[in-house]
């Protein structure tokens, strides 16, 4: 029962930090196409900002329950299985270390937004905002697949 459990948690906690993922680079392209308007852009700013924060909540919640699926057979022998060497959870979690890596990077530019800093065009956010969909297209293929 504990299996089950923790897994549900630890998706349930994924896909909040996902769904920060997928929408904070749409909230710095609505802050890029804002223009000069001060209100709407603090308005943005202060939602990225929060969404930034929770975002970081929710990976640090997903982190927990992710390391406790993963080494968690040490704490709880017979309840929870072993992973052993399995190659497929190594390249996952170097694919969600990209995915941390561009939260940053976003959750930054919204700081930097927030103290007047310039922006990276709408065009370009716009593009970056595709890319953490294939990864995360990778990091599903290698769970379900699990294929090295």
């Avoid at 308007?37 to 329950?65: C, Q, S, T, V, W």
């Amino acid at each position: 029962m504990a299996y089950p459990l923790i897994k549900s948690l630890h998706l349930l906690f994924v896909m909040a930090w996902v769904a920060s993922i997928f929408y904070l680079p749409r909230i710095l392209v609505n802050i890029a196409e804002a223009g000069n308007d001060p209100a709407i852009k603090a308005r943005l700013e202060l939602m990225g900002l929060r969404l930034y924060r929770f975002g970081h909540n929710m990976f640090g919640m997903a982190l927990l329950f992710g390391v406790t699926l993963w080494q968690g057979w040490r704490v709880f022998p017979g309840r929870l299985p072993n992973f052993g060497e399995a190659e497929w959870l190594h390249a996952k979690l170097t694919l969600v270390v990209l995915l941390l890596v561009y939260y940053v990077w976003t959750g930054r530019l919204v700081k930097r937004s927030a103290k007047g800093g310039a922006l990276p065009s709408a065009k370009t956010l716009r593009i970056m905002n595709e890319l953490p969909v294939l990864v995360l297209l990778l990091i599903i293929f290698l769970v379900i697949a699990k294929p090295f």
